[in-house]
Antibody, heavy 117, light 105 residues
Framework: EVQLVESGGGLVQPGGSLRLSCTAS????????MTWVRQAPGKGLEWVAN????????NHVDSVKGRFTISRDNAKNSLYLQMNSLRVEDTAVYYC??????????WGQGTLVTVSS | EIVLTQSPGTLSLSPGERATLSCRAS???????LAWYQQKPGQAPRLLIY???SRATGIPDRFSGSGSGTDFTLTISRLEPEDFVVYYC??????FGQGTRVEIK
């Protein structure tokens, strides 16, 4: 059974940093692109970043470029999102998802990040 | 950048009725990269349709997708009580549509 479990969310002040983790199981993690998607309270879904199987190709949405970095450790079956210079508008539930063939076929349950003073 | 516009924003229907949700792209897109997701309150999204028209594993056959070019449609043939939630389209690797909420009339 495919499982994705996010962790690392919490309350942080504006300008602070957090590192989100996503631990994968039930599939060959190193064979798949992976993606982070976020959802602000009461809002829609926003694609944040994705990363190639070997980490050699990464893409980030413009609103987080230069502040967030996606990475992975295939030996640990883990995906990460390093978030620096956090803003109030980064407050959201962050979901980890597996890239199927041109779609996001499995999702974690999400971890809440709250940026507030 | 491709922008996806979903309509209507809210769809009010009764159980047993047919729901038709629209997703329009700002430019021609590949059908293979167009997907639909369902999100229930407090839950993560779930893949419903991929490649514009293929049902994901375990998705009931009352859900169907169609379309090409810039216009795509998600159809729910007979609404069940659990279908009254929010639906999003997405062009792979890019932003999602703003969502359509299906509510009980």
């Amino acid at each position: 059974e495919v499982q994705l479990v996010e962790s690392g969310g919490g309350l942080v002040q504006p300008g602070g940093s957090l590192r989100l983790s996503c631990t994968a199981s039930g599939f060959t993690f190193s064979s798949y692109w992976m993606t982070w998607v976020r959802q602000a309270p009461g809002k829609g879904l926003e694609w944040v970043a994705n990363i190639k199987q070997d980490g050699s190709d990464k893409n980030h949405v413009d609103s987080v470029k230069g502040r967030f970095t996606i990475s992975r450790d295939n030996a640990k079956n883990s995906l990460y999102l390093q978030m620096n210079s956090l803003r109030v508008e980064d407050t959201a539930v962050y979901y980890c998802s597996r890239d199927g063939t041109w779609n996001l076929d499995y999702w974690g349950q999400g971890t809440l990040v709250t940026v507030s003073s | 950048e491709i922008v996806l516009t979903q309509s209507p924003g809210t769809l009010s229907l009764s159980p047993g009725e047919r729901a038709t949700l629209s997703c329009r792209a700002s430019q021609t897109v590949s059908s293979s990269s167009l997907a639909w997701y369902q999100q229930k309150p407090g839950q993560a999204p779930r893949l419903l349709i991929y490649g514009a028209s293929s049902r994901a594993t375990g998705i009931p056959d009352r859900f169907s997708g169609s379309g090409s070019g810039t216009d795509f449609t998600l159809t729910i043939s007979r609404l069940e009580p659990e279908d009254f939630v929010v639906y999003y389209c997405q062009y792979y690797g890019q932003r999602f549509g703003q969502g359509t909420r299906v509510e009980i009339k």
